[in-house]
């Protein structure tokens, strides 16, 4: 019943490795994120997707791929993991459509990612 | 550009009283939403409270209460009745046009027994 899911919970791996994280949610949401938030606890947009297109890139490395592969599916690809990927990801989704924004977003519960 | 910002890093509020955290933001648009998220130490982020631009009325929602000054662009939170459950990170955040929420940096609230 979980509405926005995403696995891992928790990732260790080591510096250069290529790892990924997924994220489905079953809501019938059109639009899906990826935010980044950091040991400081800043929360940060990375990528949002609506309908399986990308809207928004927030000057994220090019080491960090998104992939949509359905509107209920976000997937984030990390190549060559740096010890300053370590963070908590989350994954989001809302119902947003153009002109008509500011719906809730729901949370997945994140996935923690540790570079050493 | 869109900007929301929270000056209080940390609060901590006795049991039972009442707290007020708060919030400014910044935007452009002419129609946009408020939020309150609250993180517990769980990490998942849960929706506390949700305001639209347009209505003047300020959302409630059981003990939580926000005050929505838009032509000062404040939006506080006021938790009454403070319960240990309450512990948690809370963000303000905001949400225009753009399909972008913008959050801020966060206000660790701490409930003493």
């Known amino acids: 019943d979980t509405a926005v899911s995403q696995t891992p919970k928790y990732l260790v791996t080591q510096m250069g490795n290529d790892k990924s994280i997924k994220c489905e949610q079953n809501?019938?949401?059109?639009?899906m994120y990826w935010y980044k938030q950091d040991s400081k606890k800043f929360l940060k947009i990375m990528f949002s997707?609506?309908?399986?297109?990308?809207?928004i890139n927030e000057t994220v490395p090019n080491r960090f791929s998104p992939k949509s592969p359905d509107k209920a599916h976000l997937n984030l690809h990390i190549n060559s993991l740096e010890l300053g990927d370590s963070a908590v990801y989350f994954c989001?989704?809302?119902?947003?459509?153009?002109?008509?924004?500011?719906?809730?977003?729901?949370f997945g519960e994140g996935s923690w990612l540790t570079v050493v | 550009a869109q900007t929301v910002t929270q000056s209080q890093p940390e609060m901590s509020v006795q049991e039972a009283e009442t707290v007020t955290l708060s919030c400014t933001y910044d935007?452009?648009?002419?129609?946009?939403?408020l939020f309150w998220y609250k993180q517990p130490p769980s990490r998942q982020m849960i929706l506390v409270i949700r305001?639209?631009?347009?209505?003047?009325q300020n959302a409630t929602e059981n003990r939580f209460s926000v005050n929505f000054q838009k032509a000062a662009k404040s939006f506080s939170l006021k938790i009454s009745d403070s319960q240990l459950g309450d512990t948690a990170m809370y963000f303000c955040?905001?949400?225009?046009?753009?399909?972008?929420?913008?959050f801020g940096t966060g206000t660790r609230l701490k409930v003493l027994a």
């Open positions: 305001q639209e631009a347009y209505k003047q």
């Open positions: 955040a905001s949400s225009s046009g753009t399909y972008k929420y913008i």
């Open positions: 997707y609506n309908n399986k297109e990308l809207i």
């Open positions: 935007t452009s648009e002419s129609n946009y939403y």
């Open positions: 809501l019938g949401h059109d639009t």
């Open positions: 989001a989704s809302s119902q947003e459509s153009t002109g008509a924004t500011g719906n809730t977003i729901y």
